[in-house]
């Protein structure tokens, strides 16, 4: 038997639940849901849209389009390649976002062929929401792993993902 296939015998396999893309993963999950119960509790987010995240109908997938238009707005491939998605699949975001009133699409003033997602009203609400939720979930993490901890993860995640 050679070292790679008695590696692979081994009974101890608990790396296969710790390690740190599961980690951070796991990590991801627990902040967005977070964030997404105090969105759900902001009395400054219209009712229909707190209902629709109370309801776990808003998902993390959701957030991508908050986390990544521009305020000024952005052409469709724009956000997609900002989310790490396709295009299609941003689409159908949009669209989703749209009928809930959080965005619209305009035509582009640069490019008559053009068309801009920009936020609505409804829209920006809910991205002031969204920038104090993940204030208060940033806070929460501090308070759990202590300062100095938060910001060696900040830092070192920061340095991780940078390309």
Not at 9 to 30: F, I
Not at 54 to 68: C, E, L, P, S
Not at 135 to 156: I, K, P, R, W
Request: charge should be negative; hydrophobic fraction near 45%.
């Amino acid at each position: 038997m050679n070292a790679t296939n008695r590696d692979l015998t081994t009974p101890d396999d608990r790396w296969r639940q710790s390690h740190l893309g599961r980690l951070m993963g796991l990590a991801l999950r627990r902040f967005d849901e977070r964030v997404l119960h105090l969105m759900a509790h902001d009395p400054n987010v219209p009712l229909a849209l707190s209902n629709l995240a109370a309801r776990d109908q808003i998902a993390a997938a959701h957030v991508h389009i908050t986390r990544h238009l521009q305020v000024s707005g952005s052409r469709l491939t724009e956000l997609a390649q900002a989310a790490g998605m396709s295009k299609q699949a941003m689409s159908d975001l949009v669209t989703q976002c749209e009928a809930w009133g959080l965005v619209e699409r305009q035509a582009d003033p640069h490019d008559a062929r053009a068309r801009r997602i920009v936020f609505t009203a409804t829209g920006l609400l809910w991205l002031e929401a969204f920038r104090q939720a993940v204030t208060q979930a940033q806070d929460e993490f501090h308070a759990l792993v202590g300062d100095d901890v938060a910001t060696v993860v900040m830092l070192g995640l920061e340095a991780y993902g940078a390309r």
